[in-house]
């Protein structure tokens, strides 16, 4: 999206109740200059969170009255690090992030919804605060990024959360063979899947470089396996 879309703009182009916070941001004014702005323009940036904040509360809260009792989940998002580390600092994350996704968890849970929340990458510095904010289910857990590793993962936060992902869309997907797939499938279940509270899938969006017998091993795995 262009920098300098309108508000409703950016929420056609996001499909539907997909409007994340940092990354509707930098739709709006730009990559550089949201982040410029996080320590130039801080009452700016706090103007258009609140700005985006009340449009999609109101979204929410219609769309959540229209399907009361019909769902069990709601699908959330934001981007906010790379597969280095976060984009911003934790402090910057907490001060302009943080208290708008606690309302939208709220406003979610009050129907009875579980949040299932979609971010990219290494965040683990926020990772306790999305927990205890509401976090029901973390999408997309890449377990190749330094940080990540699943016995790590399932360690700190397996007692709060389920995992969504863990199968390599960058390595083993496309350039493994059906063997290395099947293995990591058993491997992350193993590790990520003990007791309960993992998903077992793609670790992004599978492209069209993967061939189909690896993506169909790693669906029959994930059937197949026992502990």
């Not at 399907?67 to 911003?88: C, E, H, K, P, W």
């Not at 193993?190 to 669906?219: F, Q, T």
Request: proline content about 5%; aromatic content about 14%.
């Amino acid at each position: 999206m262009s920098p300098g879309l309108k508000l409703e703009e950016a929420t056609q182009k996001s499909g539907g109740n997909w409007l994340p916070v940092l990354c509707t941001l930098f739709d709006l004014f730009g990559f550089e200059e949201t982040l410029l702005n996080l320590w130039q323009a801080p009452a700016m940036i706090e103007a258009a969170v609140d700005k985006l904040e009340e449009f999609v509360l109101g979204f929410y809260a219609k769309l959540f009255e229209a399907t009361r009792g019909m769902a069990q989940f709601v699908y959330m998002g934001d981007d906010f690090a790379t597969q280095q580390g976060m984009l911003i600092s934790p402090d910057h994350w907490r001060k302009f992030l943080k208290p708008t996704y606690k309302k939208y968890f709220a406003l979610a849970k009050k129907y009875n919804l579980k949040i299932w929340f979609h971010s990219c990458g290494q965040f683990r510095p926020v990772m306790g605060d999305l927990i205890d904010i509401g976090l029901d289910v973390w999408e997309t857990v890449q377990t190749h990024l330094p940080g990540n590793e699943p016995d790590v993962l399932k360690r700190e936060y397996g007692d709060h959360i389920t995992f969504f992902g863990g199968i390599s869309t960058q390595t083993t997907l496309p350039f493994g063979t059906t063997a290395d797939v099947r293995r990591e499938v058993r491997w992350r279940i193993r590790v990520l899947g003990k007791n309960g509270g993992y998903i077992c899938g793609p670790d992004h969006g599978i492209m069209p470089d993967v061939p189909l017998e690896n993506v169909l091993a790693m669906y029959d795995e994930a059937r197949k396996f026992q502990f």
